[in-house]
C-alpha cells in the first residue's frame, strides 16, 4: 500500500494497515528515539515512545491533510514524545540527520504489544489510548503536531536549563544600571551652562550688553540711533526712529480694551474651534465561539445481559469556549455530563458513557453544536 491507503487504513480502524505501517517505519522511528534518548537513559523509554507515537496516530491521524507525509507526521510526534520524556530543562537538542544513524532494531516484543495495545477495546484499553492521544498536546491546521518545545536561539534554552543562574545574572545588571544613575545624579549639580544670544539682525554671535543706558536686548547701529532686538512676536529686528517700546506695552497695546476693534481670540474662535469630547470606548467585542473535538468517536462495549458497562470519550474545545449538549439515540445508554460549558480554548471534559441492555444495541451519541456523531456498541456475552 502507498502512504496514503495505510493513512485511509489507519483512519479507518483497519489493523491490517497499522501492522503494514509498523513494519514499513518501525526500524527508522526506533533509531531516531534512541539517538535522542541515549545511554544512559533505558533503552525501554525510546520503545514506549515508538509505541504511544502509533496510538497517536490511530486516534490524529484523520488531521493530516497530505497523507504522503506520512513518515514526515510519525517522525513529529516522535520527536515530541522524545522531548516530553526529557523534560522541558533539555532544551532543544541538535538532531543528526537520518543517514547519519546506525539503524537500531526495535525489540522483538515491541510489534505484538503496538498492535494489541491498539486494538484493546477494553475500558481500560480505550482509556488508555485516549490519555496517550491527549497528552499528545494541540494539531496544527495541517495536522502536524506542534513541538512541545518552541523554537528559539540557543541562549534562550541555556536560560530554561539554568534558571537560577540566569536570574543572579539579571539581578546582578539591575544593581549596576541603578548604581550607575545614582552616581550620575549625585555628580550632576545645578549648574547651568552659559548661554549665548544670537543676534539675528546682524548674523553674528554676541552676549547681552551690561550698559543700563542701553535697553535689555538693544545695541546701537551705525547712526547712533537705537536698533530693537526682535520680540516674541517678530520675525527680526527693525530700525526705528521714534521711542522703542518694551514686548509688554507692544503686548498691552494688543489687548482687546485698548483697541475696540480687534477682538481676542477667544472671542472670535467659532463654536466648530471648540475641542470636540473624545468618544467613548467602543465595547470590546465577545470572544469566538469555538468548535468541539471528540476522542475517540467509537465506543464497543461487551457485557452480560442487563449488567452496565461504561467508558468514556473526551470532549476538547478548539478555537475559544464552546457551550456542549449530548443526545442519546437510545434510552439504553446514557451520559454524564449530558451538557457544560468548556470555558476557553484547549479546555477538555471527559465524558461517561454508559450502556445497559437484555440484547445487542447498536446507536449513536449526538453532540452539539457540531453535529459530530459518537457510535455505541454494545454485545452481550453469550
Known amino acids: ?33 534512541r539517538f ?47 522531548l516530553r520524556r526529557l523534560g522541558p530543562a533539555a532544551g532543544a537538542p541538535a538532531v543528526a540527520p537520518d543517514a547519519a544513524l546506525p539503524e537500531v532494531v526495535p525489540p522483538d516484543e515491541l510489534r505484538k504489544r503496538v498492535l494489541e495495545t491498539c486494538a484493546d477495546n477494553t475500558p481500560t484499553g480505550r482509556a488508555h489510548r485516549v490519555s496517550v492521544a491527549h497528552r499528545a498536546g494541540p494539531f496544527g491546521r495541517m495536522g502536524f503536531p506542534k513541538p512541545v518545545i518552541p523554537p528559539g536561539p540557543r541562549w534562550w534554552h541555556e536560560v530554561r536549563r539554568h534558571p537560577r543562574v540566569a536570574a543572579g545574572v539579571a539581578v546582578l545588571a539591575c544593581a549596576v544600571v541603578a548604581g550607575g544613575i545614582a552616581a550620575l545624579l549625585l555628580t550632576s549639580g545645578p549648574h547651568r551652562a552659559p548661554a549665548s544670544t544670537v543676534a539675528l539682525g546682524g548674523g553674528s554671535f554676541g552676549t547681552s550688553s551690561t550698559d543700563p543706558g542701553q535697553g ?23 530700525t526705528t526712529d521714534g521711542p ?18 480687534r477682538s481676542s481670540p477667544a472671542a472670535s474662535r467659532s463654536p466648530s474651534d471648540s475641542p470636540s469630547p473624545s468618544p467613548s470606548p467602543s465595547p470590546s467585542p465577545s470572544p469566538a465561539e469555538g468548535t468541539l473535538r471528540v476522542a475517540p468517536d467509537e465506543l464497543v462495549f461487551i457485557a452480560a445481559r442487563n449488567k452496565a458497562v461504561s467508558g468514556t470519550f473526551i470532549l476538547t474545545a478548539v478555537g475559544g469556549p464552546v457551550r456542549f449538549t449530548i443526545h442519546s439515540a437510545s434510552a439504553k445508554v446514557t451520559v454524564s455530563p449530558a451538557s457544560g460549558t468548556l470555558s476557553a480554548a484547549g479546555s477538555w471534559i471527559t465524558i461517561t458513557v454508559t450502556a445497559k441492555s ?5 446507536t449513536h451519541l449526538t453532540v452539539d453544536p457540531g453535529n459530530i456523531v459518537v457510535t455505541v456498541k454494545l454485545s452481550i456475552q453469550a
Open 244 to 261: 522703542t517700546t518694551s514686548p509688554a506695552t507692544r503686548g498691552a497695546s494688543r489687548s482687546p480694551s485698548s483697541d475696540p476693534g
Open 358 to 362: 437484555a440484547a445487542a444495541v447498536s
Open 36 to 82: 535522542m534518548l541515549a545511554d544512559p537513559r533505558p533503552p525501554g523509554e525510546a520503545a514506549d515512545a515508538v509505541a504511544d507515537t502509533f496510538i497517536i496516530a490511530t486516534a490524529k491521524l484523520q488531521g493530516l491533510r497530505d497523507p504522503d507525509q506520512l513518515p514526515s507526521w510519525l517522525r513529529a510526534v516522535a520527536q515530541n514524545e522524545c
Open 1 to 33: 500500500m502507498q502512504d496514503g491507503e495505510l493513512v485511509a487504513a489507519i483512519v479507518a480502524g483497519d489493523p491490517g494497515g497499522l501492522a503494514e505501517a509498523y513494519d514499513r517505519y518501525a526500524m527508522p522511528l526506533y533509531t531516531y528515539c
Open 216 to 238: 535689555g536686548g538693544a545695541r546701537s547701529s551705525p547712526s547712533g540711533k537705537p536698533k530693537s532686538t526682535p520680540g516674541p512676536s517678530h520675525g527680526a529686528a527693525t
